[in-house]
C-alpha cells in the first residue's frame, strides 16, 4: 500500500480502516514475542524420502469405467429427447 495517495492521507488524518489497525497489532505482538523454543530446527532429509514424497501416479483401470458412463449417458440423452419430440403434448 506503499505510495497509495489514498492511504497517504488516511494515515495523515487518522481515518484507517480496521485491517490496518489488525495488522500493526500482530505485528508489533510477533516483535514482542521471544522465538519458540520447542520448534525444530530444520534438519537434513531423509533419504526414505520424508514428509514431502512424490504422489503416486493414478490408476488407469477408471479410463473405461469412465467413458461408458459418458457413452451411456450421452445415449439415454438422445433417446430422452426423441421420446420427448414424439410425445403428443
Known amino acids: 500500500m506503499r505510495g497509495n495517495p489514498r492511504v497517504a492521507y488516511r494515515i495523515e488524518h487518522g481515518a484507517l480502516p480496521h485491517w490496518m489497525g489488525v495488522a500493526e497489532e500482530r505485528r508489533v505482538q510477533r516483535e514482542r514475542a521471544p522465538a ?3 520448534v525444530p530446527e530444520a534438519g537434513p532429509v531423509s533419504a526414505e524420502g520424508g514428509r514431502h514424497r512424490r504422489p503416486r501416479a493414478r490408476r488407469v483401470r477408471r479410463s473405461g469405467r469412465l467413458a461408458l458412463s ?3 449417458a450421452v445415449a439415454g ?10 410425445s403428443p403434448w
Open 77 to 86: 440423452g438422445v433417446l430422452l429427447g426423441q421420446v420427448v419430440a414424439m
Open 36 to 38: 519458540r523454543s520447542d
Open 70 to 72: 459418458y457413452v451411456l
